[in-house]
T-cell receptor, first 113, second 118 residues
Framework: DGGITQSPKYLFRKEGQNVTLSCEQN?????MYWYRQDPGQGLRLIYY???????QKGDIAEGYSVSREKKESFPLTVTSAQKNPTAFYLC????????????FGPGTRLTVL | AQKVTQAQTEISVVEKEDVTLDCVYE???????LFWYKQPPSGELVFLIR??????QNEISGRYSWNFQKSTSSFNFTITASQVVDSAVYFC???????????????FGKGTKLSVKP
């Protein structure tokens, strides 16, 4: 079955630690995205990538980093510089630009202890 | 500036009632796309519909229907004969084709939490 997988589903981190969230897709989509969702809020874009080895900052990129070495994979690292990292993180992909429909993974809930 | 407003934070209905979720948007562009997504308690966003700014025809899919009105910048979503399984948070979103900023920007409303009671 084609789709987007994210792992782990739940993640706990101590303050000061970096942590990497995984996102993999087998839909053959060119574009991939990372969003952050806080309680009672909509989604906000962290980073996106339209092609391998290229990515762009979204609205709230500070304290995060990404890589896009393979078409299928777009991992997100939450660094210790991110002041308030506890949130729900959603990965998405689409054929091309944002005007194409974005399909979402199941999400990772990160909690900083 | 781009903006999506979902004024209804929470709605509670009894099963079999019809319910309409409101979405009002602001955009600078003449070419844009509107989306609705459903987020059940599991957390994953499920795509429901995509509509471009040149297609104002209403759409019906089973118990779901969408009313797009450019004159009022609204893209409302109606569930007919609601069911308990419809309980979720519903998001409306906007994307502009010629947005000068990040092309990856899908602007979301804050969502409407729908609770359908048996």
């Amino acid at each position: 079955d084609g789709g987007i997988t994210q792992s782990p589903k739940y993640l706990f981190r101590k303050e000061g630690q970096n942590v990497t969230l995984s996102c993999e897709q087998n839909l053959n989509h060119d574009a991939m995205y990372w969003y952050r969702q806080d309680p009672g809020q909509g989604l906000r874009l962290i980073y996106y990538s339209q092609i391998v080895n290229d990515f762009q900052k979204g609205d709230i990129a500070e304290g995060y980093s990404v890589s896009r070495e393979k078409k299928e994979s777009f991992p997100l690292t939450v660094t210790s510089a991110q002041k308030n990292p506890t949130a729900f993180y959603l990965c998405a992909s689409s054929y091309g630009t944002s005007v194409d429909t974005q399909y979402f993974g199941p999400g990772t809930r990160l909690t900083v202890l | 500036a781009q903006k999506v407003t979902q004024a209804q934070t929470e709605i509670s209905v009894v099963e079999k009632e019809d319910v309409t979720l409101d979405c009002v948007y602001e955009t600078r562009d003449t070419t844009y796309y509107l989306f609705w997504y459903k987020q059940p308690p599991s957390g994953e966003l499920v795509f429901l519909i995509r509509r471009n700014s040149f297609d104002e025809q209403n759409e019906i899919s089973g118990r779901y229907s969408w009313n797009f009105q450019k004159s009022t910048s609204s893209f409302n979503f109606t569930i007919t004969a609601s069911q308990v399984v419809d309980s979720a948070v519903y998001f409306c979103a906007l994307s502009e084709r010629n947005y000068g900023g990040s092309q990856g920007n899908l602007i979301f409303g804050k969502g409407t939490k729908l609770s359908v009671k048996p």
